[in-house]
C-alpha cells in the first residue's frame, strides 16, 4: 500500500511517498541503533531490554502501536505473537522487519515440549538470513545468521508480517501527519 503525504512550505507543496518499504527500513535502523544494549528482564527501554521488550520498543517508536495489544500467552513474547494484528508466515517469506519467533526456554532446549510449547524468545529479521535479538545468555543486543547456526534453525517457529498489514500503514499515515 502507498500513502502520499503532503508538506505545505513557501514554495509550494511537496509530496512525499510512504510505502511498506519506507518503513521496513525505519525498523532496521532503529534497531541496528539498539545493538550491544544490555540485557533486562522486562525492560522494553534503551536503558536494557529483553526479546520481546526490544522488538516491542522499535514497532511502537516507529508505528506508535502495542503491539501486545489483544494478544495472550504465557509471555510477552506470546502476545507478539498473537496480537492484533500480522500474519504468521514462514522463514523463507519473512522480508526485513518481520518479527521472528523461536521455540527457546534455555539455551539447550531444542525439542518442542509441553513446557515450552508457546515461543519462549523473539527477534527481528534484517534480510540475507541475519536477524537481530536480545540474547540473555550473551547480556545484550546481538546479532546472528541462520546460515552460521544450526541451533536457531533448530529453534525457528515462524515469523510475523505486521508491516504488510493495511491498518499498521494507515496507523503510520496518522502518525506522520
Known sequence: MTVILFYKKRIGVIKKEITEQIIREKIIKLILLQKNIIYKKGGHEPDGFDCAGLVWYVYNEILDIDIYEGGFGGSTTGKILTSYCG?????????????????????????????????GHCGIYLGNNRFIHCSGTKGKVIINNFSKSEYWNKVFVSSKDILSD????????????
Open 87 to 119: 500474519k504468521i508466515i514462514p522463514l523463507e517469506e519473512t522480508k526485513k522487519g518481520d518479527i521472528l519467533f523461536f521455540h527457546r526456554q534455555s539455551k539447550d532446549e531444542y525439542e518442542i515440549t509441553e513446557d515450552n510449547k508457546y515461543p
Open 166 to 177: 493495511p491498518e499498521v500503514i494507515k496507523v503510520y499515515q496518522k502518525k506522520t501527519r
